[in-house]
């Protein structure tokens, strides 16, 4: 079953088309069945030539939680195939129907796995950036229960990353917390959502260590290299062709990307 489901995913994307929830055939399926699904639809990406580049958290703020429904945090795969550079453009008709938030990613600099306090995690961050995520949901009108969008790698589509890497302790000497950064999603110039980091989790610190405990409970772990989305600070917005997109976060600078 947990195959047949991941290709049944995998499908939808490569042929950018929706597909009904799996909980409405598959009324049982558990959450760890959703993670297996997941880590299989992922390995589909990596049997094409992928590689896995890090972690997303999703549905870490309120705002997100209420936009879908879905009302605890989530974790996927980010690989090479979503990565997106600074500046770079996404054509719209490669995907259903993408939507942009704007988040703050970390840079890891060594091993990490377990549970630990957000200074230990904080301490194995290289530095931490402006980031934005393209989600994208395989399920009609974006509607899913909780398993439906573990399975689905937690709506990953594309993301981009702002060009340079904050250390934290650049961010503390201009007297500016993690915490607390002013985050703004730009679409053509125009300001669309505006929010705090404060939103993500309360920290994004917390998002780093909640993914850490969700990691080890499936024996998993971040890397040295890997990039971790820790989630938006906002709700995310539909995009159309011809959009230039930017996220700009307080003493981190911006990432920007155009739809074409
Ligand atoms: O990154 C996110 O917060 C997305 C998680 C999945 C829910 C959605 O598609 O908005
Ligand atoms: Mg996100």
Redesign the pocket.
Known sequence: MIDRLAQHLDAAAMEIRTVPQLTIDQPDLSLDDAYAIQRAVVDCRIERGATRMGM?M?LTSLA?MAQVGVHEPIYGYLTSDMMLADGGTMVRTSYGHPRA?P?IAFLIGRDLQGTMTEAEALDAVIGVMPAI?V?DSRFSDFKFKLEDVVADNASSCRFVIGASATPLAELESRDLSLGNLGMILEVDGEVVQTGSSAAILEHPARSLTTLLKMLAERGEGLHPGDIV?A??ATPAVHLQPGQHVRVRVDGLGSAEMFVD
């Open positions: 997303k999703g997100k938030e988040e995520e989600i989305l989630g938006a």
